[in-house]
């Protein structure tokens, strides 16, 4: 079965890499397995091993794994611009806040103001907080830091820390908070947090991770594009190896057992909102058994259908609060009780007449020009009232372009709260791309082609999967 060539696989690589590296296996070093069919000359390294490997079915394949060379490193190229503190700069004189939610506690960094953690409950009208501050900016601190940074950037006898982030080695910027409460567990010494700022090109400057690294000590890593433009801070090309693995004797294209293990794969991926659909072909040959080829991929349009019908809502978040999406109709903060019990918050309810007012009052939130159109914004309002302001809770849900994902149906979901009780619900993916020069001048799509209805409550949007 194809396991049993994937794990050969990999334990040969295992044993090569260690052969060929004193420094053991480095799992941050990629492979994948390719079935091209057949190579042409020119796709052939001299230097390539090759290795000869059968199925459970018999099917024979010639498998040329690649050697592995490491890259020179760029970092020593000039660069003149601002420096890693002067990128991030502007996080610090802007009132922006990232939040992490944990079963219990909730995590709030303010950058360029404090770190919060805390817990509240709710007892009727009342509310109990239970806090901690972590760590607190200091501003002479920051002007000492600002004022090294230059120099800090040109001493190349101090390099760049990097930390392992999903098993790749990402260099980081590092600030130190202090100043925090008390800590009893360590003699009623400040809580203290360092915080790692990592290049994420598509990051919000939201918490990766947050870990107390020792009594009272805490870590916490940021995922900023700032520091993108910064060669120094880019994250290193994974460079994957492909391993070409051709079929001989006749054996089928790709083993019967992986694009088998492929389709019931997408058959389970299939029952999912806005899944990758695979589709697959059975050719029956001259065989024992029937071969599936892997096709191209379809998409079936009908959970697309449902969700703009708000029948499949999308869910997001971790910890102890979750979040869930229905477009046209609401968006939701929940958490699950011991005894199986939903206890919601409604975030906003759409609204057509109200978000046509609010693109009035607001018409920096209009569509720009479909040359330079990224997203569109929707407004969902209405909901529960909040306790510290007495007004509903409303979100602006943004539906945006995300160019070059990993895959052609990726959803990225992110919820902030810039402002109590006030939210920003960020939908991403590829698939928005195709609507985005359909919207009115309110950031509405009609993909019948005919007007709204006054009485509809929803903006009807085509995305095609």
């Known amino acids: 079965m194809m396991s049993l060539t994937t794990i050969f696989l990999v334990a040969l690589i295992f044993h090569k890499t260690v052969q060929n590296d004193v420094r053991g296996f480095d799992d941050s070093v990629l492979f994948s397995l390719n079935w091209p069919g057949e190579l042409l000359p020119e796709d052939i390294n001299a230097d390539d091993e090759t290795i000869i490997v059968t199925s459970e079915h018999k099917e024979q394949y010639k498998c040329y794994i690649p050697s592995i060379t490491e890259k020179e490193s760029n970092l020593d190229e000039k660069y003149d611009g601002p420096t890693a503190l002067e990128l991030i700069s502007p996080l610090f004189t802007q009132t922006m806040c990232s939040f992490r939610l944990e079963s219990y506690w909730t995590y709030e960094v303010c950058h360029g103001r404090y770190i919060r953690q805390y817990h509240e409950d709710r007892e009727g009208k009342t509310t109990k907080v239970q806090e901690y501050i972590l ?21 190349t006898t101090s390099p760049i820390p990097v930390k392992k982030i999903d098993n790749v080695n990402l260099p980081y910027y590092e600030l130190t908070m202090g100043n925090g409460t008390s800590c009893e567990l360590n003699n009623n010494k400040p809580r203290v947090t360092k915080v790692l700022y990592v290049c994420y090109i598509h990051g919000k400057h939201e918490m990766y991770s947050l870990k107390e690294t020792s009594t009272c000590v805490y870590e916490i890593i940021i995922l900023s594009p700032l520091l993108c433009t910064h060669p120094k801070y880019k994250p290193a ?29 997408a058959e389970l991926r299939g029952k999912s909102d806005l899944s990758d659909r695979f589709s697959l072909e059975l050719i029956k040959l001259d065989k024992d058994e029937p071969v599936i080829i892997p096709e191209k991929n379809v998409h079936d ?10 029948e499949n809502c999308l869910n997001g978040g971790t910890g102890w609060w979750k979040f869930e999406f229905c477009y046209g109709k609401s968006v939701e903060q929940y958490h699950f009780e011991k005894d199986g019990r939903r206890i919601s918050i409604n975030l906003g309810i759409f609204d057509k007449q109200k978000h046509l007012d609010w693109i009035k009052n607001n018409p920096n939130k209009r569509p720009k020009p479909i040359q330079q159109r990224k997203q569109i914004s929707h407004l969902y309002s209405g909901g529960s009232v909040c306790d510290k302001t ?76």
């Open 135 to 155: 760590g607190k900016w200091d501003e002479s601190y920051f002007e000492r830091l600002m004022s090294n940074a230059k120099e800090e950037e040109l001493d």
């Open 237 to 265: 090309e994974s460079g994957e190896h492909k391993i070409n693995c051709v079929p001989l004797d006749n054996s089928y294209k790709m083993p019967y057992s992986l694009a088998k293990l492929m389709h019931d794969s």
């Open 301 to 310: 349009t009908s959970p697309v259908e449902s969700f703009l019908k708000g």
């Open 390 to 465: 007495g007004k509903p809770r409303q979100t602006e849900v943004r539906l945006k372009c995300l160019q070059n994902p990993p895959s052609h149906n990726t959803v990225s979901l992110y919820l902030l709260e810039p402002k109590y009780c006030q939210y920003i619900l960020g939908v991403e993916s590829p698939l928005i791309c195709d609507i985005l020069p359909r919207a009115d001048e309110n950031g509405l799509v009609d993909v019948l082609g005919n007007e709204l209805s006054e009485s509809e409550s929803t903006a009807t949007i085509n995305i095609r999967l």
